[in-house]
């Protein structure tokens, strides 16, 4: 935002606070919508989205549309705590800190490579980070698809022995 549509701090801080005000109210609600449709169909529609918003990033040429995809990214990250709530109900309450602490280290390792390997990429080709964001979400989004409309312990999967 700021090296292609040179973004002053108080745009970006302005796009920052547009987004904590929507989670502020919002993730409440989010949340009741969550238990209404079940996790895979929330995460469903998340990576749909998203695969939308990174194609979208890969062609703007306009600040306001940029800014505006900006928030509206945000808006589908915050379906992700479906995840969590798919995991607290195919686990054994005993594992979740456990599990949660591998989970945090896996994605912080995951938050310092990717985006390090794709800022070289970044200074050749910056339309292919966004065609791999999509990529990325386009295998959330398979991954979505294997999560049962009941997720509990013994059905974790749409494989598992419970339907």
Known sequence: MVEKFDYSVGQISALFMINYVFNLFFAPKIGNWIGKVGERKALVFEYI???GVFVSYAWVDNAYIAGSLYVIDHMFFALAIAMKTYFQKISDPRDIAATASVSFTINHIAAVVIPALLGILWLSSPTSVFYIGAVFACCS??????LP?????????RF???R
Do not use: D, F, R
């Open 141 to 146: 989004l398979a991954l979505a698809c294997l």
């Open 49 to 51: 989205g998203l695969i």
């Open 149 to 157: 409309l009941h997720p509990q312990q013994g059905n974790e999967t």
């Open 160 to 162: 598992g022995a419970i």
